[in-house]
C-alpha cells in the first residue's frame, strides 16, 4: 500500500523558515516524480513545486519561486520542501504527492498523503 | 490565459445524470485530470487523460473534452458524490502546473 506521511508543520512568525518532510513507503520512491501541492484553509487546490526521480528536472509555481526549494533523498525515500521568507499568504495544508510517472510536470497525481498544516503568523 | 476555470457550484438530483466542466486555454493542447475531495479528506484521482478511471472508481465517472473545455460527468450520481471536484492541468507553456478553483457538488 502506497503511503505518503508528510511532517513539519508549525506555527511561524513571518518571514520565518521551515522545512517540511515526507516519507514514501509501499513503492519504490526513485521510479516516480513527487509533487507538493497546498490548500490555504476553506479554499482550493494550489500547486506548489514538483521533483523528477532523480533530481534532474524541477518546477516551482510563481508565487513560491525564489522562496521554496524542493528536493529529495531517494536513499531515504523522502521528499522535502524547504520554505524562506515564509507570508501570510503562504498559511495552508501542505500535501505531498505521488505523480503517477517519473516526471515532474506528469498532472496525474496518484497518490496523496494526508498533510501538513503550516500556519504563518505574528 | 493561464487559468482553469471552474462553476462554483453545482447541484444533481439524486439518481440523475450530472456534468462539472472545466474550461482553460491550455486544454487545447493537455489532457485535464479530475480529483474529488470530501470534506477533512485528502483528493482522490477520478479521472486522467481524459477518459481513463484508476482502479477502486466507479464506472459512473467519466470524462471527456472538447476544444478548450474538459468535462467531468456522473451518470447516476449517488449521495457518496457530494464532494468538492478539482480539475488540473499544465498550462499553456508546459512548465507550469494548474489546478482549476474546484467545483461543490451538491446530491439533493
Known amino acids: 500500500e502506497v503511503q505518503l506521511v508528510e511532517s513539519g508543520g508549525d506555527l511561524v512568525q513571518p518571514g520565518r523558515s521551515l522545512r517540511l518532510s515526507c516519507a514514501g513507503s509501499?513503492?519504490?520512491?526513485?521510479?516516480?516524480?513527487m509533487q507538493w501541492v497546498r490548500q490555504a484553509p476553506g479554499k482550493g487546490l494550489e500547486w506548489v513545486s514538483g521533483i523528477d526521480w532523480n533530481s534532474g528536472s524541477i518546477g516551482y509555481a510563481d508565487s513560491v519561486r525564489g522562496r521554496f526549494t524542493i528536493s529529495r533523498d531517494n536513499a531515504k525515500n523522502s521528499l522535502y520542501l524547504q520554505m524562506n521568507s515564509l507570508r501570510p499568504a503562504d498559511t495552508a495544508l501542505y500535501y505531498c504527492?505521488?505523480?503517477?510517472?517519473?516526471?515532474?510536470?506528469?498532472?496525474?497525481?496518484?497518490?496523496w498523503g494526508q498533510g501538513t498544516l503550516v500556519t504563518v503568523s505574528s | 490565459s493561464s487559468e482553469l476555470t471552474q462553476d462554483p457550484a453545482v447541484s444533481v438530483a439524486l439518481g440523475q445524470t450530472v456534468r462539472i466542466t472545466c474550461q482553460g486555454d491550455s486544454l487545447t493542447s493537455f489532457y485535464a485530470t479530475w480529483y474529488q475531495q470530501k470534506p477533512g479528506q485528502a483528493p482522490v484521482l477520478v479521472i486522467y487523460n481524459k477518459n481513463n478511471r484508476p482502479s477502486g472508481i466507479p464506472d459512473r465517472f467519466s470524462g471527456s473534452s472538447s476544444g478548450n473545455t474538459a468535462s467531468l460527468t456522473i451518470t447516476g450520481a449517488q449521495a457518496e458524490d457530494e464532494a468538492d471536484y478539482y480539475c488540473?492541468?499544465?498550462?499553456?507553456?508546459?512548465?507550469?502546473?494548474?489546478f482549476g478553483g474546484g467545483t461543490k457538488l451538491t446530491v439533493l
Open positions: 509501499g513503492f519504490t520512491f526513485d521510479d516516480y516524480g
Open positions: 504527492v505521488r505523480a503517477w510517472g517519473a516526471n515532474w510536470n506528469d498532472v496525474r497525481f496518484a497518490y
Open positions: 488540473n492541468s499544465r498550462d499553456s507553456s508546459g512548465y507550469h502546473l494548474l
